[in-house]
């Protein structure tokens, strides 16, 4: 079958475009304002930072590992200790087996993780289990917990310390979100970390 191009009117991706724009105008940046601050010190400490996801979600949390791992410095030798649960398949895959999906994170957790450590989960509806289960677990661990929802937050919202919630009903649009809003901070990470250089070498020249 061979459409019309007229099937696909231009008109479709603007409206697309419009209300994500609208979504993204409308947020509160405080709680990204947060995380921000939070993986800043993670940078600084050395504390590690766990991402969590199914599906598209899955995705945006290994993309984001990357970017905190590797493409915050240039270098590729300073970043951010950050693992997406998501990694091993191995253990992914035995876990499900052995334990169930429900437990793929939060089992992953409790055997890497230590308190002051992180978890940002992200979940389109924030209701999926094995989402919640690993909230459960980072707060039971004394873990700081992020999460990044869309509809209506689900569950997760009142189970994350901070919960950064885009009120959209459209499962495309919440997660495109989750990685417009890491790279968001992936940007104000670096030019913070390009200020507190800028005044430590002033601050030894003088």
Same mark, same amino acid.
């Given at each position: &079958?061979?459409?019309?191009?007229?099937?696909?009117?231009?008109?479709?991706?603007?409206?697309?475009?419009?209300?994500?724009? =609208? &979504?993204?105008?409308?947020?509160? @940046?405080?709680?990204?304002?947060?995380?921000?601050?939070?993986?800043?010190?993670? @940078?600084?400490?050395?504390? =590690?930072?766990?991402? $969590?996801?199914?599906?598209?979600?899955? $995705?945006?949390?290994?993309?984001?590992?990357?970017?905190?791992? #590797?493409?915050?410095?240039?270098?590729?030798?300073?970043?951010?200790?950050?693992?997406?649960?998501?990694?091993?398949?191995?253990?992914?895959?035995?876990?499900? !087996?052995?334990?169930? %999906?429900?437990?793929?994170?939060?089992?992953?957790?409790?055997?890497?993780?230590?308190?002051?450590?992180?978890?940002?989960?992200?979940?389109?509806?924030?209701?999926?289990? !094995?989402?919640?289960?690993?909230?459960?677990?980072?707060?039971?661990?004394? &873990?700081?917990? %992020?999460?990044?929802?869309?509809?209506?937050?689900?569950?997760?919202? $009142?189970?994350?310390?901070?919960?950064?919630?885009?009120?959209?009903?459209? &499962?495309?649009?919440?997660?495109? $979100?989750?990685?417009?809003?890491?790279?968001?901070?992936?940007?104000?990470?670096?030019?913070? =970390?390009? #200020?507190?250089?800028?005044?430590?070498? =002033?601050?030894?020249?003088?």
């Amino acid at each position: &079958m061979n459409p019309d191009p007229s099937a696909f009117p231009g008109s479709d991706f603007a409206g697309y475009a419009g209300r994500l724009a =609208r &979504m993204l105008q409308g947020l509160d @940046w405080t709680p990204l304002s947060r995380l921000a601050y939070e993986l800043f010190d993670c @940078w600084q400490t050395g504390r =590690r930072v766990f991402l $969590a996801g199914n599906g598209g979600s899955a $995705a945006n949390a290994l993309h984001l590992a990357n970017d905190f791992l #590797c493409a915050l410095d240039k270098t590729g030798r300073s970043g951010i200790r950050a693992l997406a649960l998501v990694t091993n398949q191995a253990v992914m895959t035995c876990l499900a !087996n052995d334990s169930g %999906y429900e437990d793929v994170f939060a089992a992953q957790l409790a055997v890497l993780a230590s308190p002051g450590d992180v978890l940002i989960a992200f979940s389109g509806s924030g209701n999926s289990v !094995n989402v919640l289960r690993a909230l459960e677990e980072a707060r039971r661990l004394e &873990m700081r917990s %992020y999460a990044f929802l869309g509809f209506g937050g689900g569950k997760a919202k $009142a189970l994350a310390d901070v919960p950064i919630h885009f009120p959209v009903d459209d &499962m495309q649009i919440a997660e495109d $979100a989750q990685l417009i809003a890491g790279h968001m901070i992936l940007q104000a990470l670096r030019r913070q =970390r390009a #200020c507190a250089e800028v005044g430590a070498a =002033r601050s030894h020249d003088g």
